[in-house]
Structures are given as C-alpha cells and as structure tokens.
C-alpha cells in the first residue's frame, strides 16, 4: 500500500535548472506561509468586474506653506521627497510657476505632480499660442485644478496631491488650496500636510496683511525650521517662491539653520540622578 | 502614517520571478557606469544566478531593472520598440531623456499593475552622460548617480559617504563595482556576479566580475 503522507515531488535531475513542479512547490509553500500576500496585485479587480484604481501615494513630498504680502503671494516647501520613510530625493522641486502670474506647489505623490505640471504647460502653451494678450490668472488655474481634482475623486482614481495655488495678477493677490478629494478654499495664508498643524498657528500669530519681502520671508523660514523639528518627512534644504507684479520666480535650494544648543538640551536625562526620562 | 511601499523582494503574484536587486547607475567626465547584480529568485529560491538586469534599449542607452522580472522585461522591450520607431522618425540617435520619458509613461500609467524600479541612462549628444530614475509610482528625476532595488538600502550610507562629483571613468567603475559588492554582502535578494556596463562618446563596454572577484564579499 503506498503511505498516506505526502512527499514533495521530485525533480526530474538532482543536478541543473529546477523543474515546473520543484519551483511551483516552493512558491505554493511560500504563499502558504505568508497568508496576507494576496495573490493577485494590491488593487486587482474582481473577475469580470470594475477596476478599482485609488493607488496609494509612493514617492511623497511633505508640507507646503503660502502667504499674502505686500508685493503678492509667497509660498515655500522642502526639497525632500520620500520613499516610505527613506528621504530619497533631496534635491526634489516641489514649487512651480505656471505662467507670468500663477505659483503651484504640491504634497503627496510627486509623479501625480510631474503629470499635474504637464497639464499646466499645457494651458500656458496654450496661453502663448493664442498669443492674444490674455493669460490664464491665478484664480482660474485654481479652479481648473479644483476641478480635476474633483473629477479624479469621483472616478475612485486621484491625484494624490495636496496643492496650493498663489499668484498675482491685476494689481490682486491670490491664494488657494487644492487637496486630493477637491475640498478647495482661499485665504491670506495655507499651509498643507503638518504645516496645517504646526505652521498654521504660528501664521495665526504673526501674519500682518502688507508685510514686506523679507519679514514675509522670515516667517515662513520660521514655520519650515518648525515642520523641520518636528515632522520626520522635512528637511532643512528648502524653497521659497514669490509672485509679484514682475512676474514669478522660484529660488534656487538653500539649506535654513536650526538651532540645537539650547542650554536645556544639552542636559543629559539618562543620567543616575534623573529619573530616567528623557 | 503612510504605508511602506511593498517589499520589492516579495514577488507580487504567485510564482511569480522577482528581481530581488541591487542596481546602480553613475554619471563621470563623459559618460555614465551602470551595474547590477545577477540575483533572479522566486521566494527564497535563486531562479537564476547569472542574469543580465543591464538591457540594452539603444545603441548608447541601457535600463537597470528591478522588482519584477517579468514587469520590467515588458517594459524593456517596450521603450527598445518605441526608441527604434522614434530613432527612425526624427533620423538622429535618441536622447537619454527621451528613453527614460518612455519608460516613465509606461510605468505612471500603469502605475497599479506593474512592479518595476528602473534607471535609465546612457551617453547622447545633448547632455553627455546622464542618469534617470524611475521608481515605484512613476515619478522621473534626474540624478548624478542613482541606486535602486532591494540591496539598495544597505548602500545609502556608503554611497553617501563615497560619491564625488567629477569622478574620472576609473573612479566612478571602481565606485559603482564596490557598493554593488556591499550590497551584495548583506541583501540575501542580492547576489552572483556583478555586470558592469560603460558608455561614453565611443561606444559601450561591458565588464563581467565573477562571484569569486568581486571587491568586497560575498
């Protein structure tokens, strides 16, 4: 009688490449082994069935914060996109100027925000092809935005970003924010990401309408040495962006100090005396 | 808190071949060094110890792949098609750019089905050598050098502590030869020989370091 335990087959030759069956074996035992692999891809349709989309982000960048001043808009933002919580990309520009009048910067996926950024040279392509005197303002790259967005969100498939929107145009400055299910609001100063938590109240505190450059600057170097503290997605390399009735500008990387030699920080908590804490 | 993005060496289907990897591409005075490992496996079984994760997409532009053989092999032999077609068209040799823009199209678009770290780069007339990557998700960006697959995460400290800019050809192969080696030592997903790939004005040079050669290790 043949025995009732089962032994794994054979491969056909003990020495050279594995067969079908000795390759499927170990995968079988691997799946089993790992019961929450799924065997298909992370979003794979039911058989038949509709497609669901909703990736999740990959390459992420962090905060993104703006403000209103005297001479137009400012926004600033790290240079650091994120693989998980590997700080890939250093060197990453997360603000863009859409035009003569408009300044964009994004959180979330940066490839959602390369494709965002064609569809914006896009319309200024447009714009300079028309070659009517007449290009898109501020506001209505908000709007426009607004609206993919929101398209995106109802289709189950967004664009994984949290945007802000400053620009000048005629004499008015705009603001705006554009996040990855549509929400979209202006105001005298936004922040995305942790700087809704950590640089807002700060801007709450110390934002005058008709600051000058450099005070508007000063602030905003301020919040992002915060977000640099405190957020583990930040880094101390930055940009900072301006849109005035010159047109828009984005600054080269610099890096912003911070400061670790308070004289609180300096004492050890680990020591016999203390209580252990830190 | 975010996810992490998937463990590359974890194959996404069952079955399924992954390269389990250690890429690495790196710019110098006039050209770009790429290499790889040679590590195929499927779970913990080494398909196959002697691949060629180096593909050529052009006569002066190559492609370090890593996640899943079978993803980054389509893509491949996509951009070589779409390259050739392109080269034809615009009657002059394509540009690094161009091919690293391909494969990014592909992977962006299809960004939840496929599984495929790439770095793309080579030598053309436009900007000499440079080097593109194209990670999970789709993003590009241009690099001075760049490091990719599982193994790679065991090299970001050395890397970051042996680059310089303006690496002569000797400096920037014994550069990429030895993380490639480090990588290999710790990465169980990682292994075999390392495939050395040279491009400049003249043409392209292939090395081959046998497993028992290598700088470092196993």
Same mark, same amino acid.
């Given at each position: 009688?043949?025995?009732?335990?089962?032994?794994?087959?054979?491969?056909?030759?003990?020495?050279?490449?594995?067969?079908?069956?000795?390759?499927?074996?170990?995968?079988?035992?691997?799946?089993?082994?790992?019961?929450?692999?799924?065997?298909?891809?992370?979003?794979?349709?039911?058989?038949?069935?509709?497609?669901?989309?909703?990736?999740?982000?990959?390459?992420?960048?962090?905060?993104?914060?703006?403000?209103?001043?005297? +001479?137009?808009?400012?926004?600033?933002?790290?240079?650091?996109?994120?693989?998980?919580?590997?700080?890939?990309?250093?060197?990453?520009?997360?603000?863009?100027?859409?035009?003569?009048?408009?300044?964009?910067?994004?959180?979330?996926?940066?490839?959602?925000?390369?494709?965002?950024?064609?569809?914006?040279?896009?319309?200024?392509?447009?714009?300079?092809?028309?070659?009517?005197?007449?290009?898109?303002?501020?506001?209505?790259?908000?709007?426009?935005?607004?609206?993919?967005?929101?398209?995106?969100?109802?289709?189950?498939?967004?664009?994984?970003?949290?945007?802000?929107?400053?620009?000048?145009?005629?004499?008015?400055?705009?603001?705006?924010?554009?996040?990855?299910?549509?929400?979209?609001?202006? +105001?005298?100063?936004?922040? @995305?990401?942790?700087?809704?938590?950590?640089?807002?109240?700060?801007?709450?505190?110390?934002?005058?309408?008709?600051?000058?450059?450099?005070?508007?600057?000063?602030?905003?170097?301020?919040?992002?040495?915060?977000?640099?503290?405190?957020?583990?997605?930040?880094?101390?390399?930055?940009?900072?962006?301006?849109?005035?009735?010159?047109? @828009?500008?984005?600054?080269?990387?610099?890096?912003?100090?911070?400061?670790?030699?308070?004289?609180?920080?300096?004492?050890?908590?680990?020591?016999?005396?203390?209580?252990?804490?830190? | 808190?975010?996810?992490?993005?998937?463990?590359?060496?974890?194959?996404?289907?069952?079955?399924?071949?992954?390269?389990?990897?250690?890429?690495?591409?790196?710019?110098?005075?006039?050209?770009?060094?790429?290499?790889?490992?040679?590590?195929?496996?499927?779970? &913990?079984?080494?398909?196959?110890?002697?691949?060629?994760?180096?593909?050529?997409?052009?006569?002066?532009?190559?492609?370090?792949?890593?996640?899943? /053989?079978?993803?980054?092999?389509?893509?491949?032999?996509?951009?070589?098609?779409?390259?050739?077609?392109?080269?034809?068209?615009?009657?002059?040799?394509?540009?690094?750019?161009?091919?690293?823009?391909?494969?990014?199209?592909?992977?962006?678009?299809?960004?939840?089905?496929?599984?495929?770290?790439?770095?793309?780069?080579?030598?053309?007339?436009?900007?000499?050598?440079?080097?593109?990557?194209?990670?999970?998700?789709?993003?590009?960006?241009?690099?001075?050098?760049?490091?990719?697959?599982?193994?790679? &995460?065991?090299?970001?400290?050395?890397?970051?502590?042996?680059?310089?800019?303006?690496?002569? %050809?000797?400096?920037?192969?014994?550069?990429?030869?030895?993380?490639? /080696?480090?990588?290999?030592? %710790?990465?169980?997903?990682?292994?075999?020989?390392? %495939?050395?790939? &040279?491009?400049?004005?003249?043409? &392209?040079? %292939?090395?081959?370091?046998?497993?028992?050669?290598?700088?470092?290790?196993?």
């Amino acid at each position: 009688r043949t025995s009732t335990s089962r032994t794994p087959p054979r491969p056909r030759s003990t020495a050279g490449p594995p067969t079908t069956a000795h390759v499927r074996l170990f995968t079988f035992l691997l799946a089993m082994s790992f019961p929450w692999e799924t065997s298909a891809g992370a979003n794979a349709p039911a058989a038949g069935g509709p497609h669901q989309h909703t990736s999740r982000p990959i390459v992420t960048g962090t905060s993104v914060l703006g403000i209103k001043y005297r +001479d137009g808009v400012m926004l600033a933002a790290d240079t650091l996109c994120s693989y998980g919580t590997l700080a890939m990309f250093k060197d990453a520009k997360r603000l863009t100027t859409v035009g003569d009048n408009t300044l964009v910067g994004a959180g979330g996926e940066y490839s959602d925000f390369q494709k965002i950024q064609h569809m914006l040279e896009d319309i200024t392509g447009d714009d300079r092809n028309y070659d009517d005197g007449y290009n898109h303002s501020p506001s209505e790259i908000y709007h426009y935005l607004r609206a993919v967005m929101y398209q995106r969100r109802n289709k189950m498939n967004p664009l994984w970003n949290n945007l802000l929107i400053g620009g000048f145009k005629d004499g008015e400055a705009f603001l705006g924010s554009v996040d990855m299910i549509g929400t979209a609001f202006t +105001d005298d100063f936004l922040a @995305t990401g942790f700087g809704a938590h950590l640089a807002l109240p700060i801007l709450r505190k110390r934002w005058q309408p008709d600051m000058e450059e450099g005070e508007a600057r000063e602030l905003l170097e301020d919040c992002l040495r915060v977000l640099f503290y405190r957020d583990c997605r930040a880094l101390n390399k930055v940009q900072v962006a301006k849109a005035t009735a010159e047109g @828009t500008i984005v600054s080269d990387p610099y890096t912003i100090s911070t400061n670790w030699s308070s004289a609180s920080f300096m004492q050890n908590a680990g020591n016999l005396q203390g209580d252990g804490g830190w | 808190p975010p996810p992490l993005p998937r463990d590359m060496a974890t194959p996404a289907r069952d079955g399924e071949a992954a390269t389990g990897t250690t890429i690495m591409a790196c710019c110098f005075d006039g050209g770009v060094v790429m290499g790889a490992d040679s590590r195929v496996s499927t779970g &913990t079984y080494i398909a196959n110890r002697v691949s060629d994760k180096v593909a050529a997409l052009h006569d002066s532009i190559f492609m370090c792949r890593s996640g899943s /053989a079978a993803d980054t092999q389509a893509i491949s032999d996509y951009v070589r098609y779409y390259l050739a077609a392109h080269t034809t068209e615009v009657g002059r040799a394509p540009t690094v750019k161009t091919a690293a823009t391909l494969a990014r199209r592909i992977a962006y678009e299809n960004k939840d089905q496929l599984l495929a770290g790439i770095i793309v780069g080579g030598w053309d007339a436009v900007q000499g050598g440079s080097v593109y990557v194209v990670p999970l998700g789709g993003t590009m960006m241009q690099m001075p050098f760049a490091i990719g697959g599982s193994g790679s &995460t065991y090299i970001y400290g050395h890397v970051d502590a042996q680059f310089k800019e303006g690496m002569s %050809r000797q400096e920037a192969q014994n550069f990429v030869k030895k993380s490639i /080696a480090h990588a290999m030592a %710790r990465d169980g997903s990682s292994g075999g020989i390392i %495939r050395l790939v &040279t491009i400049d004005a003249n043409g &392209t040079e %292939r090395e081959y370091i046998p497993g028992d050669e290598l700088p470092y290790g196993p």
